[in-house]
C-alpha cells in the first residue's frame, strides 16, 4: 500500500528561505531520532519481562539485566524529547494558548524558545559536557558487581539531549518568526499535521 502524499500547505507555491529549510532540516534529524528512540520501548518491554520471569520463574536475578532496562529508559526519554517538542507534546499552560490566534501562538513560541528553551539548554550543555568528559576519561562502570561497563556512554547522552532539544528550539523559533513576518510563512511545527 502506498503512503498518502502529504497535504498541501497553503504556502507551498512560495520558495523556501534559506532558515525555513533549514529548520526543515532539523525536524527530519528529530524526527529521525525520535523514531529510533521510541523503539526502545519495545526493547524495555522485553527486558523486563525477561527480568520478571527470571526472577519469578526461575529464582535468579540479573544487575547487568536491570541496568539495561534503566539505560533504554533513559535513552528513550533524552533522545525523543526533541520529537515531542516538535510534534507539540510537551506541557505548556493552553488555558491560553489553545484559544489564542496564530500570530499570538508564534510569538508565544518565539518568546519561549528564545527566553526559556535555549538559555537552559545551553547551561545544560555547558554544565554537563565536563561531567560528561571525567566519566569519559576514567571509562566510568557501573558500581554494582555485574554491571554495565558503559555508564560514561548514558551520560553522553545528557549534552545529546540538550543538543537536540537546542536544535528543535531554535527550529520552532525559524518557524515563529517566519509566521510573525506574514501570510507567506508556514505556522508553527506546533500548528502543522
Known amino acids: 500500500m502506498r503512503p ?3 497535504p498541501l500547505s497553503p504556502f507551498s507555491g ?3 528561505s534559506a532558515p525555513l529549510r533549514a529548520a526543515d532540516a532539523i525536524d527530519r ?3 529521525a531520532t525520535g523514531r529510533a528512540a521510541a523503539w526502545l520501548a519495545l526493547a524495555l518491554v522485553a527486558v523486563q519481562f525477561a527480568v520478571v520471569v527470571l526472577r519469578y520463574v526461575f529464582g535468579m536475578g540479573s544487575v547487568w539485566l536491570q541496568e539495561t532496562i534503566v539505560y533504554a529508559h533513559a535513552a528513550m526519554i533524552l533522545l525523543a524529547a526533541a ?5 507539540g507534546g510537551h506541557v505548556r499552560v ?4 489553545a484559544e489564542a490566534s496564530p500570530r499570538a501562538r508564534a510569538l508565544v513560541d518565539l518568546l519561549g524558545a528564545l527566553l526559556l528553551l535555549l538559555p537552559f539548554m545551553l547551561v545544560l550543555l555547558v554544565v554537563a559536557l565536563p561531567y560528561v568528559g571525567r566519566s569519559w576519561s576514567i571509562l566510568e562502570r557501573s558500581r554494582e558487581a555485574g554491571g554495565l561497563p558503559l555508564v560514561f556512554a ?5 549534552p545529546v539531549f540538550a543538543l537536540l532539544l537546542a536544535l528543535q528550539g531554535i527550529a520552532q523559533a525559524i518557524r515563529a518568526a517566519a509566521a510573525l513576518r506574514g501570510p507567506a510563512a508556514p505556522a508553527p511545527a506546533a500548528d502543522r499535521s
Open 29 to 31: 534529524i528529530t524526527a
Open 14 to 16: 512560495f520558495p523556501r
Open 94 to 97: 493552553d488555558i491560553f494558548y
Open 4 to 6: 498518502m502524499p502529504a
Open 154 to 158: 548514558l551520560k553522553t547522552l545528557i
Open 83 to 87: 520529537w515531542t517538542l516538535q510534534a
